[in-house]
Antibody, heavy 117, light 110 residues
């Protein structure tokens, strides 16, 4: 079964750092495009970042320079390193396999990040 | 990148058909056939319903269909059922090598 499980969310103070993990099963992370998508409480979906199978990475303007997407092929796991966190980064963060330029399937269950003092 | 434009809400009675529009620009919806649609029930992760404008993943009911004309994509749900009540989001690949979502549409089945 193809599955994604996120972890690493929690409460963090503004300016702090957090690393999210997304463990995959049923497929190989390094052979696929993988994305992070977030959803602020009561709001819509916002694409955050993608890492291509070849290693190229792209980011939304709202997180560029603060967030870094990466993967560990030996652990079949995707990561999102989030630095200089702001209140507006508060959201449920989902990882998703990106089958082809924005075709996300499946999605993980999400992990909540709350940035607050 | 500005969000794609969707109506905030639509409604229909069981058995009826509804259509949700998703308007972008020539840099996203109009420029690529990489438009997807997602269904999200409260407290749940989004679920892919349509990819590449009009293709249905295995397991998705054929009551769901997608299309595109110019800079506007559309999702049509026919034979509305109570379980279709959810939020629906469109997305598109963009010329900036990013993905943009619509603001979401709340579907109410009356």
């Amino acid at each position: 079964e193809v599955q994604l499980v996120e972890s690493g969310g929690g409460l963090i103070q503004p300016g702090g750092s957090l690393r999210l993990s997304c463990a995959a099963s049923g497929f190989t992370v390094s052979s696929n495009y993988m994305s992070w998508v977030r959803q602020a409480p009561g709001k819509g979906l916002e694409w955050v970042s993608v890492i291509y199978s070849g290693g190229s990475t792209y980011y939304a303007d709202s997180v560029k320079g603060r967030f870094t997407i990466s993967r560990d092929n030996s652990k079949n796991t995707l990561y999102l390193q989030m630095n200089s966190l702001r209140a507006e980064d508060t959201a449920v963060y989902y990882c998703a396999r990106d089958l082809l330029l924005g075709w996300f399937d499946p999605w993980g269950q999400g992990t909540l990040v709350t940035v607050s003092s | 990148q500005s969000a794609l434009t969707q109506p905030a809400s639509v409604s229909g009675s069981p058995g009826q058909s509804i259509t949700i529009s998703c308007t972008g620009t020539s840099s996203d919806v109009g420029g690529y056939n990489y438009v997807s649609w997602y269904q999200q029930h409260p407290g749940k992760a989004p679920k892919l319903m349509i990819y590449e404008v009009s293709n249905r993943p295995s397991g998705v009911s054929n009551r769901f269909s997608g299309s595109k004309s110019g800079n506007t994509a559309s999702l049509t749900i026919s034979g509305l059922q109570a379980e279709d009540e959810a939020d629906y989001y469109c997305s598109s690949y963009t010329s900036s090598s990013s993905v943009v979502f619509g603001g979401g549409t709340k579907l109410t089945v009356l």
